[in-house]
């Protein structure tokens, strides 16, 4: 009795820590080598996953459903984002049609992120930085900044290399 009450005392620990520690274990991007960045100045501004910032309040039932639009009252996924991956820092959106999903941006002050959300306010030269606190993407502000980017297929195997 003792040592199936240990075991499931470890597995309980072991999940415990797991979930502390899984943003450790989310992949960083990072830019293709040997391939110059263009160099873009984009207005930034920051994110969470709260109501306020991503469109959603909860139905009667307490589940979350999108505030407004043609989808009003339809579920809303929290914390996923429109590329289906979970929002993590690093995490950028961006008009996807100028900078579609997996381009690798470095901005000054936030690092290095990949675009893996759209948002219906985020058009044209602008990127929504992920965080994981509403205070501090409301401490981000509203920011012009000249940032590097690195579009998909923009550094291959073949990057850098003479033919």
Known sequence: ????????LVILLLIAVG?????L?????????KV??????LRVTGYCR????????????????IAAGPNRGKPK????????TRAHPG????DTSIYPFGTIMYVPGYGYGRVEDRGGDIKGQHIDLYYRSHAT????????LRVKVWKPGSGGADAGRRR
């Open 1 to 8: 009795m003792i040592q199936l009450f240990r075991r499931g």
């Open 50 to 65: 709260c109501g306020s910032c991503c469109g959603w309040r909860r139905n009667w039932f307490g589940r979350p459903v």
């Open 36 to 41: 110059r960045p263009e160099v873009v100045e």
């Open 77 to 84: 996924a929290v914390g996923i984002t429109a590329s289906g």
């Open 91 to 94: 995490t950028l959106a961006a």
């Open 25 to 33: 274990w989310t992949p960083r991007a990072r830019p293709p080598r």
């Open 137 to 144: 993407a409301l401490r981000w502000g509203n920011q012009i």
């Open 19 to 23: 979930c502390c520690i899984r943003d």
